[in-house]
DNA sequence: GTGCGTGTTAAAGAGTTGTGACCGAGGCCG
DNA sequence: CGGCCTCGGTCACAACTCTTTAACACGCAC
């Protein structure tokens, strides 16, 4: 799935991945056709797509993590300039693509003018709409990411992309780089994630039949968890399907939304993680993510 | 985390458009009538352009310091798709803007998939090629603001882009240019900077697989810190990523996860941190608290 | 109980980084 | 004009850390 390889070939050299490969993006439009088309496609390039009907407030935009929004002005009516205003200025890091019919220059000017990274006249072929929107998003991803790119709790933990590293209060859990991505993967998901899904993530390539790699790197990475913060458990075990990342306090069976005692910590994903005891549990681990 | 960061901002009061203020830029075309309608509107904008009749080599476009450069493919020829590449591929943190007669749908794809930021169709209005510099330009220059001509103290160190040199009290480091560039950008941020980040930034184009220039700077720069301020040290190696600048008393080891940045910060580390230590020895069958 | 998947451990192996030496390109000075 | 010096950059080697592999023990599902 990982579409890779086709379009890694800026400076990725090095050998880790950094962040979650995917692009996300959301498209707010109506017009049925150009939707299923365009699906289609974002499918095939193995994004996560996401279709809005009507505009959402940033507020809503926001925990969607998206790359990447592409708004037809049309559906928005007068109020669309402000819209698009306040996305643009609200969500810096964000690459906004007006997709939209005929229009002026001086309407071009200004929406790229409010923060518009890119203007694509309907009707366009949506490969190019696509190339638009990685082209966006590159430039995007390579500015910004690192530096915006909030850290966040679970339990007592807190994962920090920009020092490359997991932290319980002050202390360093003196992760490795490998370590510090597995973990950084497992705790942006909430699902179940296969270990050929993990390796292939991480590593960027194919996992190799009986390779336990990602074993092992679980376990040290439960060991250090564990060191630095016990009577917590993150990483859970489903039998033959693979990991699951889930901050419980030892002793638990479901993860109870209250806060947690730890400094700082109930920003964390103690959430709604409405799965069953962590045990036992045979899923088949179907992303339910739309893409 | 600013463990040592006494702003001792010097702010050189009402500078004119900072250094990097303004937008720089090249075009690569050949018709007179676009150049000029296109140079007006440029100079009107407080743009610094060039005009270029013919293809110049990396080598030749990186001492420029260019934002952005725009290009129309068809003064290019055939090996038009290849200098594009080249360039994209060499100059990730150059803004390209494709600005060309008529063309297919396949040409704007490859063209973007190569790299190009934006891809304009001739004949256009000036206006909206401007704007459409600027957003592909926008997000890029944002990152790179850093390099503000305050001088900042970190730790005991102070470093004077004014100078263009780095002190520790009245006493100069003799940090040769590249050495001070390093320094310069490395103090600037808070976070890990891999090393083709570092290169790139400095060097102004993409390292090449296996370069250790950096590498052998940030020893440079280790070695004249060190004498210069013994018993601190400054640059901090993250195994597999890169390197972190962040004054610590020598000895302590203790980065702190606060995001925030707290102005305040007086005198810096001299605040004793009684860490424990953040031992890298904590081997397994460590159950030190019964779980 | 058996078979397979997973936890755990240790050691071998691969990859990264630190470091000193070296060399060519340019600038400065005699 | 030529020599000297500085600076940027490459190389090879050593030291080091992390990754991978192999092996064995344990637990779960059947």
């Given at each position: 799935?990982?579409?890779?390889?086709?379009?890694?070939?800026?400076?990725?050299?090095?050998?880790?991945?950094?962040?979650?490969?995917?692009?996300?993006?959301?498209?707010?439009?109506r017009d049925p056709g150009f939707m299923q088309v365009l699906s289609k496609r974002l499918d095939a390039r193995g994004c996560e797509y996401r279709p809005l009907a009507s505009p959402l407030g940033t507020d809503a935009l926001v925990p969607m993590r998206l790359n990447a929004l592409v708004v037809d002005l049309a559906i928005l009516g007068p109020t669309g300039w402000t819209y698009l205003e306040q996305v643009c200025a609200r969500m810096p890091s964000l690459a906004v693509i007006v997709c939209t019919g005929p229009s002026s220059v001086a309407q071009r000017v200004r929406g790229?003018?409010?923060?518009?990274?890119?203007?694509?006249?309907k009707p366009c072929h949506p490969e190019e709409l696509i190339s638009v929107i990685e082209a966006a998003t590159r430039r995007h991803r390579r500015a910004e990411m690192p530096a915006i790119e909030a850290s966040e709790a679970?339990?007592?933990l807190i994962v920090r992309p920009d020092l490359y590293q997991a932290y319980v209060g002050e202390r360093s859990l003196e992760l490795t780089a490998r370590e510090f991505e597995i973990l950084q993967l497992l705790s942006g998901s909430d699902r179940v994630l296969r270990r050929e899904e993990i390796y292939e993530r991480v590593w960027g390539y194919a996992m190799a039949h009986g390779d336990r790699?990602?074993?092992?790197?679980?376990?040290?990475?439960r060991q250090k968890l564990r060191a630095g913060s016990p009577g917590?458990?993150?990483?859970?075990?489903?039998?033959?399907?693979?990991y699951r990342f889930a901050p419980e306090r030892e002793g638990e069976a479901a993860?109870?939304?209250?806060?947690?005692?730890?400094?700082?910590?109930?920003?964390?994903a103690a959430a709604p993680r409405a799965e069953g005891?962590?045990?036992?549990?045979?899923?088949?681990?179907?992303?339910?993510?739309?893409?």
């Amino acid at each position: 799935m990982n579409t890779g390889r086709s379009d890694a070939r800026t400076a990725d050299a090095g050998s880790a991945p950094r962040g979650q490969g995917r692009l996300r993006l959301a498209v707010l439009d109506r017009d049925p056709g150009f939707m299923q088309v365009l699906s289609k496609r974002l499918d095939a390039r193995g994004c996560e797509y996401r279709p809005l009907a009507s505009p959402l407030g940033t507020d809503a935009l926001v925990p969607m993590r998206l790359n990447a929004l592409v708004v037809d002005l049309a559906i928005l009516g007068p109020t669309g300039w402000t819209y698009l205003e306040q996305v643009c200025a609200r969500m810096p890091s964000l690459a906004v693509i007006v997709c939209t019919g005929p229009s002026s220059v001086a309407q071009r000017v200004r929406g790229l003018r409010l923060g518009a990274d890119a203007w694509v006249t309907k009707p366009c072929h949506p490969e190019e709409l696509i190339s638009v929107i990685e082209a966006a998003t590159r430039r995007h991803r390579r500015a910004e990411m690192p530096a915006i790119e909030a850290s966040e709790a679970f339990g007592e933990l807190i994962v920090r992309p920009d020092l490359y590293q997991a932290y319980v209060g002050e202390r360093s859990l003196e992760l490795t780089a490998r370590e510090f991505e597995i973990l950084q993967l497992l705790s942006g998901s909430d699902r179940v994630l296969r270990r050929e899904e993990i390796y292939e993530r991480v590593w960027g390539y194919a996992m190799a039949h009986g390779d336990r790699s990602v074993d092992v790197f679980v376990r040290k990475l439960r060991q250090k968890l564990r060191a630095g913060s016990p009577g917590w458990s993150y990483i859970h075990t489903h039998f033959g399907v693979g990991y699951r990342f889930a901050p419980e306090r030892e002793g638990e069976a479901a993860p109870a939304p209250e806060a947690a005692e730890a400094p700082g910590a109930e920003a964390g994903a103690a959430a709604p993680r409405a799965e069953g005891t962590a045990d036992a549990e045979r899923r088949d681990g179907v992303p339910a993510v739309a893409g």
